[in-house]
């Protein structure tokens, strides 16, 4: 068997192998008017993958293909789409695969937060199945999720901007970020190395903000005009009330000073969170927060028109990813995600040599 009847990938079995994926076919969902067959060439590893296989976000449907920074060629296009795909084009797909389209957060222009949003893997479709990621040789989704990639954008280099670089800009794009305005990163991983970089093309003044000094010198490199190391004594007192926007990408909230953080911002500045840490959460504290009347929210993955922004302002200012690529395959699927979970990356693991993986 092979494609269309059947797509194959590398799957996690279980909690406790959740670093042995093992090669896998299985039989896609029914095909849909308004679907669109890829074969994929690439796909980004993202912390939520890690999340998502050891259960540390809760239940896992194993056995589970993860994947969703997702780069192919379409193979095949449903005969209501509208969107203008063609078969061979290049494409992405990110985090979301499906929206109701109908609804009111879906009518303007907010899909990603539709109540029936689902997953690109993990999620059930209406048929029982189990919908799966971009660790495989091919995926399925409806149109509205595949986003052309414009020609000026490398496979390696684009695939992790579809789920991590989508996640840094929306917050970015909603918030103000521009010339004028000073803008701090929290956190210099996969999506905070994206918030510098974006943040920066924007046009804002950028800061990052990290625990220690051991990424100051990648910070600067990624375009920051600042850098601040919480582990320093009275680190926010300096800059007390001059941040209009702080986008926290950090994964952890252990030893979180959020009042400290807060601090930062000018009157109504906003700090907006992204990361989805395992555990307890922030510690909010009204008296100490009240003094500039700061916004505290969250920001989830981005909408179609701002995954299109954001690929456009990528191409036209030469944006590029920080990556390490891998050959797909259980060995390199199970050398990523293990290295992701330790945070032993800079920045974003593009998994490649989807040919060689899977010959047909
Ligand atoms: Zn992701
Ligand atoms: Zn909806």
């Not at 239940?59 to 449903?78: N, T």
């Not at 990052?208 to 190391?229: N, P, T, V, Y």
Request: charge should be negative.
């Amino acid at each position: 068997m092979g494609y269309p009847d059947t797509f194959a990938g590398f799957a996690v079995e279980s909690a406790e192998k959740w670093n042995q994926p093992k090669y896998r076919e299985y039989k896609p969902r029914p095909f849909e008017d308004r679907d669109v067959d890829i074969q994929v060439i690439a796909c980004g590893v993202c912390g939520s993958d890690v999340h998502t296989v050891t259960s540390g976000w809760g239940a896992c449907p194993y056995p589970l293909i993860v994947g969703h920074e997702i780069v192919g060629y379409v193979k095949r296009v449903g005969d209501k789409c509208v969107t203008g795909l063609k078969v061979g084009q290049r494409v992405g797909v990110g985090a979301q695969a499906w929206a109701c389209l109908e609804c009111r957060q879906c009518k303007n222009d907010n899909e990603v937060y539709c109540p029936h949003m689902r997953d690109t893997y993990g999620s059930e479709y209406p048929d029982g199945s189990i919908m799966q990621g971009g660790y495989s040789s091919h995926v399925r989704i409806h149109e509205y999720f595949v986003f052309a990639i414009p020609d000026a954008l490398k496979t390696e280099l684009v695939a992790p901007m579809l789920c991590a670089g989508a996640t840094a800009f929306s917050p970015l794009n909603r918030n103000g970020c521009g010339p004028g305005k000073r803008v701090g990163i929290v956190g210099i991983g996969g999506i905070g190395h994206f918030g510098i970089l974006f943040a920066k093309a924007l046009g804002a003044e950028v800061f990052a903000i990290s625990r220690s000094d051991k990424k100051k010198e990648d910070a600067i490199k990624l375009g920051a005009d600042g850098f601040i190391a919480t582990q320093d004594k009275d680190w926010n007192k300096e800059h007390s009330m001059t941040f209009d926007l702080i986008v926290n990408c950090a994964n952890s909230t252990k030893d979180f000073d959020l009042s400290a953080y807060m601090s930062l911002l000018d009157v109504n500045g906003r700090f907006i969170n992204v990361g989805l840490p395992e555990g307890d959460g922030f510690k909010v504290e009204p008296f100490k927060m009240l003094g500039n009347g700061a916004v505290f929210g969250f920001s989830h993955i981005a909408s179609r028109p701002e995954i299109i922004k954001m690929l456009d302002l990528a191409a036209e200012k030469g944006i590029e990813s920080w990556v390490e690529t891998l050959p797909v395959g259980e060995k390199g699927c199970g050398e990523a995600l293990s290295r992701c979970y330790a945070n032993d990356v800079r920045y974003r693991f593009t998994l490649t040599d989807y040919d060689k993986a899977f010959p047909n």
